[in-house]
């Protein structure tokens, strides 16, 4: 072996030497939003768990419903045929009614006394097993955001609600909150909210000021009163088959680097509540808050629903008790 043949021998030793580990295993994740909390969460969670597996997992990001609607990335992550899918509990209410009881208004004094709340390990760890024997888990969760009212005319005080019709989600307890606040609960599908709006069929939309200014909702409803009468959570969900596939280090990286980004997405998600009240203004609508008295008596007709719904239920009240037990001793502050 000549020199000039040893010394490119060496050169590409040494390449290899310093080149990153291959992906051993993919990890794909999806979501139908695009460019919010669930979608910087989801590109945050690729970078460090590639970083902690030195580049035996690589992590694709999947936004705008790329994988399927809702029920089909459900149906993907019970199958092991989607490794991970970013969305709000609520959606697994099928495989565990448990995972209604952070639907339940009234409760939150604030977003941070809701994410705290979320994020409590005492709570975190059993709720996001709800659905393990659905063969899905949740590796993190923090909060999205509080709700607000997106309408067709302005709601500066608890009267002028009285008779509009509003998108809920299709539960008793979201048309029992419609008719405690003098209003009409009609369920739908998110989708359809937009245009229902634009042909004057519903009056208003209850959701996050976030998602909703994402979808320029603004377009159509030029007011939004951030009226905070409960709060949106997410989680990152990851498919039990999936991870059982992996070494057990590499379980470990995934599950504790969700836990461990927990703080990062409460702050990153606050900010987007922040903008998104810049946003709607920017676009010429009025965002409006009601007195504090009318909020205190939003959450006093409102706190009682999930006691009434969720308290007594068998499938529901001792995720209930607990989350009682663990907001009462959280803090409003952020961390």
Known sequence: ????????????????????????????????????????????????????????????????????????????????????FISPPG????????????????????????????TNPEFREKYLRL?????????????????????LKPIRKIEDMKGLKIRVLATKMESQLASSLGMAGIPMPFSEVLPAL????????????????????????????????GTVPSALWVSKRWLDKLPKDLQKIVQDTGRDIEAWSGKMSWGYNERAVELWKKNGAEVI??????????????????????????????MYALLKTVLARSSDKPN
Request: aromatic share 8%; hydrophobic share 40%; with cysteine.
């Open 1 to 84: 072996m000549n020199s000039r043949t040893t010394l490119l021998a060496g050169v590409a030793l040494a390449i290899l030497a310093a080149a990153p580990a291959s992906a051993q295993y993919t990890m794909r994740i999806g979501m139908v939003t695009i460019n919010d909390p669930q979608h910087t969460l989801a590109k945050k969670y690729a970078e460090e768990v590639g970083k902690r597996s030195g580049g035996k997992i690589t992590v694709q990001v999947f936004p705008a419903a790329q994988l399927g609607k809702i029920p089909r990335q459900i149906e993907n992550l019970k199958l092991g045929a989607q490794a991970g």
């Open 91 to 118: 959606f697994f209410s099928g495989i565990n009614r448990a995972f209604e009881v952070l639907d339940a208004p009234g409760l939150f004094k604030n977003y941070w006394h809701a994410h705290n709340t979320l």
């Open 131 to 151: 659905a393990e024997k659905g063969g899905v888990i949740g590796v993190s969760i923090f909060n999205y955001g509080p709700t607000s009212i997106a309408s």
């Open 198 to 229: 634009q042909r004057k069929t519903i009056d208003g939309c209850r959701s996050s000021i976030v998602v909703m200014g994402a979808l320029k909702f603004f377009t159509t409803t030029k007011f939004v009163t951030q009226i905070e009468s």
């Open 289 to 318: 808050r009601l007195s504090a008295a009318d909020q205190a008596e939003v959450t006093a007709r409102l706190a009682p629903l999930g006691d009434q719904f969720l308290g007594s239920d068998p499938t529901t009240k001792d």
